[in-house]
Antibody
Framework: EVQLVQSGAEVKKPGESLKISCKGS????????IGWVRQMPGKGLEWMGI????????RYSPSFQGQVTISADKSISTAYLQWSSLKASDTAMYYC??????????????WGQGTLVTVSS | SSELTQDPAVSVALGQTVRITCQGD??????ASWYQQKPGQAPVLVIY???NRPSGIPDRFSGSSSGNTASLTITGAQAEDEADYYC??????????FGGGTKLTVL
């Protein structure tokens, strides 16, 4: 069974750093992309970026380039999303999802349960 | 703003058929996939490709496309289908892109 298990909820202060994780199991972790998706409170889904753990090829949405860093450790089948200096506007639910490409379109067939990040002074 | 446009809200009477649409230039060349998200839950893929359903998705869900518009149709909507629905395709740079979402109410 394919599973993506994310790290738990975080409460941070503005300016702090954070790294959240997404552990894949039940499939070949290095053979599929892992994407990160933001959902701000009461809002829609926003694609942030994607990584291919097999060779660490990483692409970012222009909206998130330079704001976050996506990485992966294939030895432990885990992908990461990190911030060096959080802002209150980073408060959101963050999902990881397994990415596949069908007919030239990247879509997400399995999702993690989400990690709620709250940034407040 | 998203390059994929969805109506913010749609309603349907229990047991009736509803179509949720997604418009965007990329849809002239690429398929949309569709996700269902219920309150407090992660999104779930319900339709991808031309009209494919992942295992476990009821056959009352179907997808279609014409011109710059992709559609998700629920034939015989059930109370449990009340949720937010998001389309996903690619933007002009080839990156994944989501529509703004449609809130479906089953009356």
């Amino acid at each position: 069974e394919v599973q993506l298990v994310q790290s738990g909820a975080e409460v941070k202060k503005p300016g702090e750093s954070l790294k959240i994780s997404c552990k894949g199991s039940g499939y070949s972790f290095t053979s599929y992309w892992i994407g990160w998706v933001r959902q701000m409170p009461g809002k829609g889904l926003e694609w942030m970026g994607i990584i291919y753990p097999g060779d660490s090829d990483t692409r970012y949405s222009p909206s998130f380039q330079g704001q976050v860093t996506i990485s992966a450790d294939k030895s432990i089948s885990t992908a990461y999303l990190q911030w060096s200096s959080l802002k209150a506007s980073d408060t959101a639910m963050y999902y990881c999802a397994r990415g596949i490409t069908i007919f030239g379109v990247a879509l997400f067939d399995y999702w993690g349960q989400g990690t709620l990040v709250t940034v407040s002074s | 703003s998203s390059e994929l446009t969805q109506d913010p809200a749609v309603s349907v009477a229990l047991g009736q058929t509803v179509r949720i649409t997604c418009q965007g230039d990329s849809l002239r060349s690429y398929y949309a996939s569709w996700y269902q998200q219920k309150p407090g839950q992660a999104p779930v893929l319900v339709i991808y490709g031309k009209n494919n359903r992942p295992s476990g998705i009821p056959d009352r869900f179907s997808g279609s496309s014409s011109g710059n518009t992709a559609s998700l149709t629920i034939t015989g909507a059930q109370a449990e289908d009340e949720a937010d629905y998001y389309c996903n395709s690619r933007d002009s740079s080839g990156n994944p892109s989501f529509g703004g979402g449609t809130k479906l109410t089953v009356l």
